[in-house]
């Protein structure tokens, strides 16, 4: 069986342990499929992310030793690629919403999120890439180069007609409302002249990576970002294409569109072309800084796993979420932000399922604390059931509005008063298609805490959908 990631993290996996039930077919993929120790923990309820779909439906082949041990079935069967084709093993990883709750909460840190886009990558190589998932893939490149997609989206969105041809045409439910692009995007402010990476007081300089969501939904957290390191004393420059990119006016994207549909070389040309770009910035010692919980951890990550190379690894190791800089840069004595207290008196604070695969709520709490009098607690609940667009998938709807509604709206709910900080882009779409439009950034709370801001901003879901 010829596989298409790069598994040779785990090629001692299970090697001399008579109970881990190494599947025959697969290789190094097959051992990391077979780290899975049995122990059901993902199948029992509470708070913890893994698994969302078990969550909602109790079935078990919907957690992560459900998906394993179908998947330890079909690598051990001689016909390999038959056995792959299952229905229950489809519908299984086709559920599967890539939270890497797993990852982290499982005992065997099972990368279910991983083994997935290997299992799409072999059903492409079988079947072809579908309409609906050629076109979410290809979304960063669309919304470069088609204007026309802007009042496309809008057209469709204020029409129930237009609606119901997508969802009969592509498989986007009539029943959700697209998120739409920003009238303007984010600019790029003028390049900065070369430095040598830190300052004289220690305090090094900033790269900030602005992913594709934000560039074209959202740029005012972009721009909050922005103001807040530099009211931090950080001298930032934003990531942009080498001037020999074919593309030199596309925005920087770390290709995850393509890996979770299992388009592996469109993934990696992202990568490659990303990495070109930040590798010179991450060896002259700058910090490289990115907004988006799910293309930080693509790089750190899944980028690790498409055969690109020591360079994928080592910008992997350093980039940072913008939380998660702050945190360090405040308990190194290095950040002095001029903050000032809020009006509102309470402030919930929802997680990306990658910023807590991660470990980085821990860093929203101490950059929160730096708000002089800020009251603010986590909600406990899993994936919010968006996870990219699943949310919006004509079949998957209903389970992703199950997932929302599981714990965070009735938190929500419970606090009609409280603002929301959010930083993943789905969860702020997932929640305003619920009909709460309050979350925003951690980036433009910071913004509207400056001393001297005198303005509330407004969130761009509230303006947009």
Not at 279 to 290: E, M, T
Request: proline share 6%; net charge neutral; glycine share 8%.
């Amino acid at each position: 069986m010829k596989t298409f990631l790069d598994w040779s993290a785990y090629q001692d996996a299970g090697m001399g342990d008579a109970y881990a039930d190494i599947p025959k077919h697969g290789g190094h993929f097959a051992k990391a499929v077979a780290v899975c120790i049995n122990s059901r923990q993902c199948e029992t309820a509470g708070k913890q992310v893994m698994c969302p779909s078990f969550q909602v439906s109790g079935n078990p082949n919907l957690s992560t030793g459900g998906r394993v041990r179908l998947l330890k079935a079909a690598l051990s069967n001689d016909l390999t690629q038959e056995a792959l084709c299952d229905p229950t093993l489809t519908e299984a990883m086709e559920l599967c919403v890539s939270c890497k709750g797993c990852k982290r909460e499982c005992e065997a840190n099972v990368d279910m999120a991983l083994i997935k886009v290997e299992y799409r990558a072999q059903q492409v190589a079988r079947e072809g890439v579908r309409l609906r998932e050629r076109l979410l893939a290809h979304m960063p490149r669309w919304l470069h180069r088609s204007p026309w997609l802007k009042p496309l989206i809008r057209w469709r969105n204020r029409s129930p007609l237009l609606a119901r041809l997508s969802e009969h045409w592509i498989g986007i439910s009539a029943q959700r409302q697209l998120p739409e692009p920003a009238p303007k995007p984010f600019t790029l402010p003028d390049a900065s002249p070369p430095s040598p990476g830190v300052s004289a007081d220690g305090r090094p300089e900033v790269v900030l990576l602005v992913d594709t969501f934000t560039h074209h939904f959202e740029p005012e957290i972009a721009e909050a970002t922005l103001a807040v390191l530099q009211a931090g004393g950080y001298a930032v420059q934003v990531a942009r294409p080498a001037t020999s990119d074919p593309e030199p006016t596309r925005p920087l994207c770390c290709g995850r569109t393509y890996l979770v549909q299992g388009m592996l070389d469109e993934a990696r040309a992202e990568v490659r072309r990303l990495v070109d770009v930040l590798l010179p910035h991450v060896q002259a010692g700058r910090a490289v800084v990115g907004l988006e919980a799910s293309c930080v951890v693509n790089l750190r990550e899944d980028g690790q796993a498409l055969g690109l190379g020591d360079a994928v690894a080592t910008v992997g190791d350093k980039i940072l979420l913008f939380e998660e800089f702050l945190a360090r840069e405040s308990m190194a004595k290095r950040l002095s932000l001029p903050l000032r207290p809020l009006q509102e008196t309470e402030t919930l604070v929802h997680g990306h399922c990658h910023q807590k695969a991660v470990g980085a709520m821990k860093a929203m709490r101490r950059v929160l604390k730096l708000i002089p009098g800020h009251d603010f607690s986590m909600i406990e609940a899993g994936c919010c059931g968006m996870a990219g667009s699943f949310g919006l998938e004509a079949e998957h709807a209903e389970m992703a509005s199950a997932m929302a509604e599981r714990d965070l709206m009735p938190a929500l709910r419970d606090k009609p008063k409280a603002q929301i900080i959010a930083n993943g882009f789905s969860c702020r779409q997932q929640m305003c298609l619920h009909g709460d439009t309050r979350s925003r950034h951690l980036a433009i709370l910071l913004r509207e805490a400056l001393v001297g801001t005198s303005c509330r901003s407004l969130s761009s879901n509230s303006a947009r959908l």
